[in-house]
């Protein structure tokens, strides 16, 4: 017997769908973020279950749904920020093309034994 967790705790009440056959109005997260849209706060309404139960997709209504929200001028110059942090070594300094490794904390150059 398989367990899902259900919203709410309301499964008895909580419709489920097959794969691939979800009534049309509704929409799992990721097909409302293709379409620029997000939950706008509201529970999912139902949910899909696949591999015998294993795996779960809930599901939103579109009419519902909100228009997702764009990042601010400051929002997205202190991702850049962090974005460009991750990317400089914490030893020589050089902002590389690559994210840095955070096991070792340093470039490929300045690792000891590195692969250059």
């Known amino acids: 017997m ?3 967790a259900y919203p ?3 499964a008895e009440q909580f419709p489920t769908y097959p794969y691939r056959l979800a009534p049309s109005g ?3 997260r990721r097909q409302l973020r293709a379409a ?3 939950p706008g706060g509201h529970d999912p309404v139902a ?3 696949w591999r015998r139960g294993k795996r779960v997709a809930y599901l939103y209504r579109l009419d519902l749904a909100a228009p997702k929200r ?3 001028p400051a929002q997205r110059e202190a991702i850049a920020k962090a974005l460009r942090a991750r990317r400089t070594c914490r030893h020589c ?3 590389q093309l690559y994210y840095i490794p955070r096991r ?3 470039c490929l150059d300045c690792t000891p034994g590195g692969a250059r």
């Open 104 to 106: 070792t904390g340093s």
């Open 8 to 10: 709410a705790g309301t």
């Open 70 to 72: 764009t990042a601010t």
């Open 93 to 95: 300094g050089v902002v």
């Open 26 to 28: 509704l929409a799992t």
């Open 36 to 38: 620029g849209l997000r």
């Open 47 to 49: 949910q899909i279950l």
């Open 2 to 4: 398989t367990t899902t």
